[in-house]
């Protein structure tokens, strides 16, 4: 067997996320310029700063022998401004690693060890903050006396609190995770999990923080220099620089101005930069993505030609769309394809998807995790994060009009109002911060004029209707009052606040106990059958799709690869992907059947073979799987199967 190469991650590096964010690169440009130029000034052919020459005071830029000048006791301004610029680089980068070191420490055990601990730590915390940070750090370098270095302990003193009380919050997040208790539970002690789970989760906060607020710790050096408590003469930073100027102002404005524009640029370059490295950390944008998900996912359709027939949904030689235009579909999907575009890599999550769903009909997706049912999904109302996300082809006909043509405001009023989704999670996508009834109440107000009262009325006899005992006071209680059932009927109930043509379920009985995902699923047929609602319903499990789907459709590596009514799939399996998910699943009764799993993994959706993307894990497959695509061919009575070679398949 040959093995294939490990292929190279495309994903773009720091350095190729920097130069793509042009802010960024100009800032890190510019402050590279200026630290070479301080790191080489003691080897260039400068005269000495503190050198006077009376005779030459006041000498404009440009002139003979002095570049930027003189001052007013004759001194080379060239010569100070770079000495100074390496002094006030020096203090800067010095204070924030001192107030970066000192309060990260203070906010990591205060927050690890909290309690009194915590308490002591963030009160004393909380008393320097009570004093304005300049007027503590003048108290300080008064009572320590003026002098470059004593302004440097000023500034990071004044900003530890800053460090402290982010790296504290941050800690507080993270002390209780799971991760942090199983290495509690492996003997670790307090410094080592201190060292090894906390401070790696928080370094890239104590980073970003870092990278902010240097050129904030420049700005202050210079302010304490101004007012003559920083550098004393004749050593020269840009502060003093500035005060010196500051007196020949009207007369010499090239004094205050040079050393002014040198603060400007040196503090605007590290906050471009400060922002690019921010970027970089996030794990979002580190993964390929430089700007925040867009409200619609993008569509760039230029290189779709139409349906390809493998992917069309062909049967019986009528094409997908026409069919189900015929049979009254609420919704027809036709040839979807969907990417995610990461640095040099495209990911084709769905590649051709074709199917439609009938008024007051229950279509189920299924396949295992990473086969594109969610994807798919997802990019029904454009809701695929973008970047890195587009949808590269196909068409979605909500009622006759295509999604991908229409306007995002169009859009917004769809979602949430003809069409609808229940999410897999309830508790992670119901706000924490609001009572449900207020929750519902603004899902009924975004797509209806009504009062708060009329809507909370309704928002009552919505909880009413999905179940929920005592509705009236359920109303008021937040998500984590309500227990994994009771949460998953809000997130049905908000999905009928505007009566939806079209509810798309994203597993919504994945997480919940087998008692509670019984009551759902006769909830959402009783729903289904009372109101005439269609639903997509998304799962692994073939039980599920036994109990609520008259049609379903099996997706593998993004595409469909069996479709047909839930009694030809469950009893007569074509493709031998489908065979192997119901095998999985176990019967009540049938003590001797082995279940046996599905070998292999799938492929990588970056990588997919050519031709059928199944045959390295099927028993049944030929050198003919791998030759080229394969179409997704009728069996009779609507049922279809991508497959060369089929199970045997025996039709009523």
């Keep these: 067997m040959t093995i294939k190469p490990r292929k190279r991650s495309a994903r773009p590096s720091a350095l190729k996320l920097l130069a793509r964010n042009h802010l960024a690169l100009m800032g890190a440009v510019i402050f590279a310029g200026v630290i070479i130029l301080a790191l080489i000034t003691p080897w260039l052919p400068l005269v000495n700063p503190d050198a006077t020459d009376p005779a030459n005071r006041l000498l404009p830029p440009l002139s003979d022998g002095h570049f930027l000048g003189t001052d007013h006791l004759g001194r080379d301004l060239l010569s100070r401004l770079l000495w ?72 990071a003193v004044v900003n530890i609190p800053f460090f ?53 710790m420049i700005l202050e050096t210079a302010g304490l220099s101004f007012l003559g408590l920083g550098a ?32 400007f640029v040196l503090v605007m370059s590290i906050n471009l930069l400060g922002d690019g490295i921010r970027d970089i950390l996030d794990p979002r944008l580190k993964s390929g993505a430089l700007a ?86 997802l990019s029904l109302l454009g809701l695929v994060a973008s970047p890195p996300g587009t949808i590269a ?30 999410f897999q999670d309830p508790l992670s996508t119901l706000h924490p911060l609001f009572s449900v009834g207020d929750q519902l109440v603004e899902a009924i107000r975004a797509h209806n004029r009504v009062s708060y009262k ?14 929920i005992p005592n509705p009236e006071k359920r109303a008021d209680s937040y998500p984590h009052q309500l227990s994994g059932g009771m949460r998953q009927r809000v997130g049905i109930a908000m999905a009928l606040a505007n009566e939806p043509e079209l509810i798309i379920a994203d597993e919504p009985t994945t997480a919940l106990d087998v008692t509670v995902q019984a009551q759902i699923l006769k909830l959402m047929n009783n729903l289904r059958e009372q109101h005439g609602t269609s639903v997509l319903f998304i799962t692994h499990d073939f039980g599920v799709v036994s109990e609520i789907c008259d049609r379903v459709a099996v997706m593998y590596a ?60 099927c028993d049944r497959a030929a050198d003919a799987c791998r030759a080229g695509a394969i179409d997704l061919d009728p069996l009779g009575d609507g049922h279809a199967v991508r497959c060369i070679k089929p199970m045997e398949v025996r039709h009523a």
């Design 84 to 155: 100074g610029t390496r002094v006030s680089l020096a203090v800067g980068i010095s204070a924030s690693l001192f107030a970066a070191f000192f309060g990260s420490a203070i906010g990591i055990i205060s927050g690890y060890f909290g309690g009194r601990t915590d308490n002591i730590m963030m009160r004393g915390i909380d008393m320097v903050m009570a004093f304005p940070y300049i007027l503590l750090a003048l108290a300080i370098v008064a009572a320590l006396g003026p002098g470059l270095m004593n302004a440097l302990y000023a500034i």
């Design 164 to 216: 402290a009380r982010n790296i504290r919050g941050v800690t507080v997040g993270i002390v209780h995770r799971e991760f942090v208790d199983s290495a509690r539970l492996s003997g670790k002690g307090h410094i080592r999990i201190l060292l090894s789970e906390i401070l790696p989760n928080v370094m890239p906060v104590i980073v970003i923080t870092m990278s902010t607020t240097v050129g904030w």
């Design 232 to 263: 004393q003469p004749p050593q020269a930073d840009l502060g003093s620089m500035l005060g010196e100027g500051r007196k020949l102002i009207t007369t010499a404005l090239h004094l205050s101005a040079i050393p002014g524009g040198m603060i």
């Design 292 to 377: 925040r998900p867009a409200p619609v996912t993008r569509i760039d359709r230029s290189t779709w030609d139409g349906p390809a027939h493998a992917g069309s949904g062909h049967v019986n030689g009528q094409p997908g769309a026409k069919r189900d235009a015929e049979k009254g579909a609420i919704l027809s999907v036709e040839d979807l394809r969907t990417e995610f575009v990461l640095g040099d890599d495209v990911y084709k999550a769905v590649g051709g998807v074709s199917f439609h769903v009938g008024r007051n009909e229950c279509v189920g997706l299924v396949g295992e995790s990473g086969s594109g049912k969610s994807v798919t999904a």
């Design 393 to 422: 082809g196909g068409r979605v006909m909500l009622d006759g009009r295509d999604v991908f043509d229409m306007h995002e405001q169009e859009i917004r009023a769809i979602r949430g109002g003809r069409a609808a989704y229940v």
């Design 454 to 467: 009329e809507a909370w009325q309704k928002a009552v006899e919505l909880l009413r209707m999905v179940r």
């Design 558 to 617: 993004g595409q469909i690869v069996e479709m047909g009514t839930t009694q030809q799939v469950l009893e007569n399996p074509a493709h031998p992907y489908t065979k192997r998910l119901i095998d999985c699943v176990p019967r009540l009764g049938e003590t001797a059947r082995e279940i046996a799993a599905i070998p292999g993994l799938p492929p990588a959706v970056n990588d997919l073979p050519v031709g059928c993307a199944f045959a390295d894990r």
